[in-house]
Structure formats: structure tokens, C-alpha cells
């Protein structure tokens, strides 16, 4: 895996994934705080907030797409780097002076969000023009590990952080990991392809993406099961949040349960670096074996969730459950990206991640603040246990999928343009 990092440009991309990767930990734990802590918000509007977040993937994901496609995909990463570095410094800004309210919290954290789908629809679709098809997987599992590993340790430094000097402050780290992302990414001294001269018909090009996705055999029932997955996960891990920081022990102050939220993601962490390393292991198996177990095993982990007692008892609880849930998506991630930059041109390399990243993160836009609701309503541990039903269905339906038969396969032929007159 390590002659991966000999393709030019690869171990720059690389790091500045690590390092952005390991800054947005901590904004994982200090953003729920500056809500809950800072600007006492109810359980509805923290699910609000977390939806603002995602709202643009749901709006917007299929334009990010088109955008990723129509020009260079560096100068996107160079350029949405640094404008969220600056938004999250003024986010931090107006906390501390006593200027942010909810209303403005929603809308900064939605234009984050927009600036996150222009950098993840540019970003996914960037590596393929680093790696060739073959190193695809390991590429991939390079960087999961690297972020897994971040994962270990940056809940835990910003729970740490949070409790020290406040949430704040907190992510002013995350503000300066994503500028010494930027400047990484800058360096990069690999030729992109010009752009594709020519007119261009928006409609089609949107039409293309998801036919795409949604008529392939194997990626149609992949996308389905992921959206539904998403929806499912963001009102289990919204109730999550909740839970541990109000509800798991009564005990503790939020700012003191914060720190408990960042050993507990944490240990989640654990798991996925675990799931990375013996990623590539499950993946000769195919695949699509690889996915349809993280469908089948992630709802057995939020079931602990569910489950889980208060006080000391219910840490070890919540702490395997998120170790539980990591690993299968360790084991996950690397095939899933793996296998479908593989099978898509890079002429759609941006579609096909917009169309699958819009309604993948646009379901959080839905699924936060249901949690949100559900938690405020019916209780953390109900909120949850509903979730852990969807994803079972969810998996009930890639388990009888053609999914599970799905393998890594050699580069696609360029599938052959859309016709003017065929609309």
C-alpha cells in the first residue's frame, strides 16, 4: 500500500486531507457545544442547526457535480480551503463576543456547507487523476486510515480543548488546518486536462449524472442503500449527540460530557483505523460483500446505543457501539470509493460523486432535525431504536440487491455522449 504514495502529487493530497480531516474532529465536538452551551439551544434546534449544515448537498449537490466536471479540480480544493478556514474563524469570533444567535448559526453553518460540496465534489473526483485505476482502493484506504487515525485523537483533543478554553476557540484549530490544507493542495505541481471546449447544455449534463448512477446495475442499488443509510444514521447520531452530552450521565455538566463525547468518538476511531487495515483483506471478497456487510453490521451497533444503561455502565456502551459501527464502515469506505471511481469515466467523475454525495448528505438535511424531534418527543433512546429499524431495512434490501455481487473491475469505456436532439 505504501507505493501508492510514488504517484506525483498523491502523498501533498494526502496530507492535506489528513490534516483537515484530523481539524473537523474537533469542530465535531465544539459545534453541538457552542449550540447547547453557548447559545442554550433546545434539542429541535440543534437538529435544526445540524440540517442547516447539509441543506446545499440536498439543494445544490448535482450543480457541485457539474462544477467539478466543467473545470480543474485543484484550484476548487485551493479555494474553498480557505474561504471555510475564514468562516469558521468568524464563527468563533462572534461566540466569543457575544454576537452569534441561532438564526446567524444556521446560516454560517449552511455556507459552510455549500463551500464542503463544492470541496468534496472537486476532491473525490481529483484523486483519480492522481492514482491510476488499479491503486484506486489502496489510495483510498491510505487516506481512510489516515482519518480514521485523526479520528482517534481528534474528538478526544477537542473535547480536551472544549473543556479547557472552550468551544470557541476550539475551532480556531479547525480553522488552521484547513488553510495548511490549502497551502498543501497549492504546491501540487500535477498537470490537470483543460476543461472540455465547447458549448454546453446544463440539463443534459445533469440528465447524464444521474442516468449514470441510477441505471447502472450495481451503482443504483449501491446509491439507494447509502441514501437510505444517511437518512437513517443522521437521526441516530443527532439523538446521539444528545444523549451522551444530556442524557447518558446526569452527573456530568455539558462542557465535562463534551470531553466524555470526544473519548467516546474516539473509540470510535479505534474501529475504523481496526476496519481500514483489514479493508483491503474483505475487499477480495468483492466488493460489493465488503458494503453489504457495513448495511448489515452498523445497525447492530447503534442498537447498543439503544440500549445502553446510564452512568459508568452506559460509557462502555456507547463507547463499543461507536466502535462497533466504525469498524464495518472501515471496512466500507475504501471498497465503496474504490469500486465506483473505477467503473465511471473521469468525464463523470464529478457527477457521479455529486449525484451520490447531494442525496447522500441531503438526507442529514432531513434526518438531523427529525432526530432532533424525535429525541425532544418520544426520548434519545426511541429516537434511535427508529432509526435502527430504517437501516435494517436498508440492509434487508442490499443483502437482495445485485450489490453483494459487485467486484472491482477494470476502467470503463467513455459511454458515448448524449445525442443533441434526444432530450
Do not use: C
Not at 482517534?152 to 480536551?160: A, D, I, M, N, Y
Not at 437518512?231 to 452530552?245: N, R
Request: hydrophobic fraction near 50%; avoid cysteine.
Amino acid at each position: 500500500m505504501a507505493g501508492v504514495f510514488g504517484h506525483p502529487g498523491y502523498s501533498r493530497f494526502w496530507a492535506a486531507d489528513t490534516v483537515s480531516t484530523f481539524g473537523t474532529y474537533v469542530t465535531t465536538v465544539a459545534l453541538p457545544i457552542v449550540a447547547i452551551v453557548t447559545l442554550r439551544a433546545t434539542d429541535a434546534q440543534v437538529g435544526l442547526i445540524n440540517g442547516a449544515r447539509w441543506l446545499p448537498y440536498l439543494l445544490f449537490g448535482l450543480l457541485a457535480g457539474v462544477v467539478a466536471d466543467r473545470y480543474r479540480r485543484r484550484p476548487i480544493l485551493v479555494a474553498t480551503d480557505v474561504a471555510r478556514a475564514a468562516l469558521l474563524a468568524l464563527i468563533a469570533a462572534l461566540a466569543l463576543t457575544g454576537m452569534l444567535n441561532i438564526p446567524a448559526l444556521m446560516l454560517l453553518v449552511a455556507v459552510f456547507g455549500v463551500l464542503s460540496l463544492l470541496y468534496e465534489a472537486a476532491h473525490q473526483s481529483y484523486l483519480p487523476r492522481l492514482v491510476p485505476p488499479a491503486a484506486l482502493t489502496p489510495a483510498n484506504a491510505r487516506m481512510e486510515q489516515s482519518a480514521s487515525l485523526a479520528q482517534t485523537t481528534g474528538p478526544f483533543l477537542g473535547g480536551s480543548l472544549v473543556a479547557a478554553v472552550g468551544a470557541p476557540l476550539a475551532m480556531v484549530v479547525d480553522a488552521v488546518s484547513y488553510l495548511v490544507s490549502g497551502l498543501l493542495l497549492a504546491t501540487i505541481r500535477r498537470d490537470e486536462p483543460a476543461p472540455r471546449p465547447g458549448r454546453r447544455h446544463l440539463g443534459r449534463e445533469l440528465r447524464e449524472g444521474l442516468s449514470w448512477v441510477y441505471r447502472h446495475p450495481v451503482l443504483a442499488p449501491y446509491a439507494v442503500t447509502l441514501h437510505a443509510r444517511f437518512l437513517f444514521a443522521s437521526v441516530a447520531s443527532t439523538a446521539f449527540t444528545l444523549f451522551v452530552v444530556r442524557g447518558l450521565d446526569p452527573r456530568l455538566a455539558p462542557d465535562r460530557a463534551a470531553f466524555g463525547l470526544g473519548v467516546v468518538l474516539a473509540v470510535g476511531g479505534v474501529g475504523a483505523v481496526v476496519g481500514n487495515s483489514l479493508s483491503h483483506r474483505v475487499g477480495r471478497w468483492g466488493a460489493g460483500r465488503a458494503i453489504v456487510l457495513e448495511r448489515v453490521v452498523e445497525p447492530l451497533g447503534w442498537t447498543l446505543v439503544a440500549l445502553a444503561a446510564t452512568g459508568t455502565a452506559g460509557w462502555v456502551m456507547v463507547g463499543a457501539a461507536q466502535f462497533v459501527v466504525w469498524l464495518a464502515l472501515g471496512v466500507s469506505g475504501p471498497n465503496e470509493m474504490g469500486y465506483r471511481q473505477a467503473v465511471t469515466p473521469d468525464r463523470l467523475q464529478g457527477r457521479m460523486n455529486g449525484t451520490i454525495r447531494s442525496l447522500n448528505w441531503g438526507m442529514l438535511t432531513i434526518g438531523a432535525p427529525v432526530g432532533g424531534l424525535l429525541a425532544e418527543q418520544i426520548g434519545y433512546r426511541p429516537a434511535i431504536g427508529l432509526a435502527v429499524v430504517g437501516m435494517a431495512v436498508a440492509a434487508t434490501v442490499a443483502v437482495l440487491s445485485p450489490l453483494h455481487h459487485a467486484r472491482h473491475p477494470e476502467p470503463a469505456p467513455e459511454p458515448a455522449p448524449t445525442p443533441a436532439g434526444r432530450n
